[in-house]
Every structure is written in C-alpha cells, then in structure tokens.
C-alpha cells in the first residue's frame, strides 16, 4: 500500500515551496540578527554596544546572503517568480502586513520620537565614532540600515536576475553610489568637519539644499567648499537633469542612481508586483506627483522672494508652506508611506505618486528624451507578464498588443517588464525625439 501522502491539484497550492534546511538555517540566522536588533530596541542602556552591534550586522548579513546563494545557487538562468502571488510576505498577506506595520512603526519613531531608539542609536556608536569621529543619532542607524538593506538584498538580486547584464549592471550601480556618495562620503565629510552633504541627491528631491537659509549657511560657514556645494546642487538640477534626461530618460537617475531607487529596486523586489495599475491610479498618480511638484516649487520661490524682500506676511506664508512641505512630504510621504507601505501599495509608491524629482525627471522624458520601450506587437502573445512586474503600475501589456513605443512620464526604466517578457517583445532604446510623434502617445 503506498502510504505517500497526495499532492494537491488545486489550482492555489496550499503548501509552502519547499525550503531546504540550508534555507532555514540562514533564515534562523537572519532571526538572531532581528532578535538582537529588538532586543537593543527595547533597551535603555546597552550593555555591550560594540558587542550587539557586531552580532546584529553579522548575523543579518551571513543569514541573507546564505539564504540567497541557497535560493538560487543551481538553478536554471532566467526569471524565478515561483509562487510570487500566493506567498503571504508578496501578496498582502499576513506576513506582508506585519513587515509593513513594523517599517512604519520605525519609520514614526525615526521622525517624531526619535528617544525611542535610545538602544539603537546607542549600539551604533562605535561604528559612528570609527567613520564619523562623533556619537550615533538616529539618521545615522538609518542611514546603515538603508545602506545594509541595499547592499545584501542588491546581492540577491544580482543572483536572481544573474542572466540579465542591464540589471547586472544597473544594481551594481545603485549600491555602489548608496555606499559611496550616500553613506561614506558625507560621513567622512563629517570626520573632517565639512558639511553632511549627500551628493546624489539634490532639488527638487532634496527641496532644502537650494533654500536660502541653506544656500546662507553654505558659503557662510564652509568658504570655497560651501561655494562649490551650492554650485553642484545647482548645475545638477537645472543643466544635467534635462541633458542626461534627454540622452538617457529618467532612468539614468531613478534606476540608477537615487538611493530611494536602489532601496526600491533591491529590498522593494518581492514587492513589484502590487503596483495598481488601474486607469483611477493612473489618474491619482499624475495629479499627485505634479501637485508635489508645485507645492516645492511655491515653496522655494516664496523662500527666496522673503530673504530678498522681509515681510511679515509674506514671511510667514514661506515658512509655513516650508513647514507644511516637511511634514507632509519630506516624513510622512516619501518616509512613512513611501518605504513602511511597500507591502502593501508596493515598492515604488513614492516614486510613483509623490517624489518631485521623478515628476521634473517624467515631464522632460515625455516631451524632451530619446528614451523609449520599443516594442514588436507580432511576437505578443498577451502572457502579462509585462504588466504583472511594471513596478509604476503602466499596463505595458496594452501597448505591446499594439505595437506602439511606451513613452511614459512615470516609466523608471527598471526594464524588468524586457527582462520576464518570454518573447523578446520589448526592447529599452534611445531614438530620435519626434514631439509630433510623443503628443500622440497617451499620458
């Protein structure tokens, strides 16, 4: 008598992918490294800070790589999204819930009551003092907790799309400006007393590094070093975002530069999937982000206009539309929302419906840019899978069907829908710039 047991033949298999023990040892691995992260959390004085932290990162960092190697290591080269839309963590499930109450309850506490972190931040401090020269605050836990997330989660998404040179490439990217020019250069530039100054990001993205109070204190206090800052933040938002916007599309920033990008791209992966791509989100999407835009560019002009000309009034109107701006936007959107919603509304929310960098960056790529999707609507055989993994939520599906270019604003040029296409459909291409032409595409 064969006492196996029965597989299933329902369509949503009720059991959980197989999981080796190598698997479960690396995720056990990864648990130790949460375990001592909470447990930090949770206190007030940290016995060992040099001891915990060590722990904590080395942990982390063995269990997710060995995870990864194990998940993918022996496979066959291409797409591996088995079970992607059944899993609880990739589909709004419980576990997908529970991640995202938990981003956002750090996110809360790393805005508003940053003493909650007193654990953490204490932990950090012999890692802030060796490369900062100076005691850990919270943005500095969270700048290596990003930095972290971007470098081991890119190494799993190298091993998962091993096959694809562009997102070889293009990940490599996004960690290392993370590293370098998000992380480790604005902390040296503490060590030497300069300004924390993030090269990769700047206006309208990081809205106050073109403020005159910011402007002020830069050439005030740093003398030809401030001078020059104020210079690159100028020259990168005005001249090389529609320059390399034109020769290359938003991608050039978006996918491969920004770290909002890079966190989106590695840690926000699993996530892609739950992008709406619905003709409402559509429409919400480009009244959201525009109005992101103008509310910045308000913002800017009246806290330029009050430095050239004090008043009462029109002082007040500046800082309380700067106010505003910070709170709405700067924490709870691109914060809260943008990265603690990844569960749920998926990983490029931010990007999507609120970041002003992306909306600049949209409006050149439509009108300006010879960055297109090509497609051959002969080869299409409607599988979706196009669509299902446009992390923006564009329906690329309905524009292969037809043949027609994609020219989005919104598209990021992740070229993940090229990458799970079976038949070679779409093909990411900078051509000629026909405004005639890009006015007829729908936006």
Known sequence: MNNQPLESIS????????????????????????????????????????????????????GTLWYAFETYKGSLPGIKNNGVMFRSLSNRGVWGWMVGVFIT???????????????????FDPLSMFIRGRAADQWFVYGTFYTLAVLLLGVKFMLKYRHNRYQQIRTISVMF??????????????????????FTYFWPLKYDYLFPNTVNWLTNSYAHLG?????????????????????????????????????????????????????????????????????????????WANSWKQGAILGEYSMGFSKTYGFLIGSMFSGVIGTGFYPIFGNRVWC????????????????FSRFRITTNGGQ????????????????????????????????????????????????????????????????
């Open 380 to 443: 299409c055989i409607s599988c979706g899978n196009c669509s299902t993994y446009c992390e923006m939520g564009i329906d690329v599906k309905s524009y292969a069907q037809r043949g027609q270019d994609i020219v989005r604003a919104s598209c990021v040029g992740c070229g993940i829908c090229s990458a799970v296409c079976p038949r070679g459909v779409l093909r990411l291409e900078n051509g000629s710039v026909d405004l005639m032409d890009r006015a007829k595409y729908p936006e």
């Open 105 to 123: 309850a750090f996110y809360v506490c790393l805005y508003w009551f940053p003493k909650m972190l007193g654990g953490l931040v204490q932990m």
């Open 352 to 367: 999507r419906f609120g970041c002003p960098q992306a909306a600049l960056l949209g409006i050149f790529q439509k009108f």
């Open 11 to 62: 369509i949503a298999q009720p059991h959980p992918v197989n999981t080796s023990l190598r698997q479960k040892m690396a995720l056990a691995l990864v648990a130790v490294g949460l375990l001592f992260v909470l447990v930090t959390w949770a206190s007030r004085q940290v016995w060992n800070p040099l001891l915990s932290l060590t722990g904590s990162l080395v942990t982390l960092s063995v």
């Open 177 to 198: 400006f993370q590293l370098g020019f998000s992380f480790l250069i604005p902390a040296w530039m503490l060590l030497m007393n300069q300004p924390e100054f993030y």
């Open 227 to 303: 001078v020059f800052l104020v210079f690159w933040g100028a020259v990168m938002s005005f001249i090389a975002v529609p320059v390399l916007t034109y020769f290359f599309g938003k991608r050039w920033y978006c996918s491969w530069v920004c770290g909002c990008g890079a966190l989106a791209e590695t840690a926000g992966d699993s996530f892609r999937t739950l992008s709406d791509k619905s003709l409402s989100a559509w429409k919400l999407e480009r009244w959201l982000i525009h109005s992101v835009l103008v509310f910045i560019i308000i913002t800017t002009i009246l806290l």
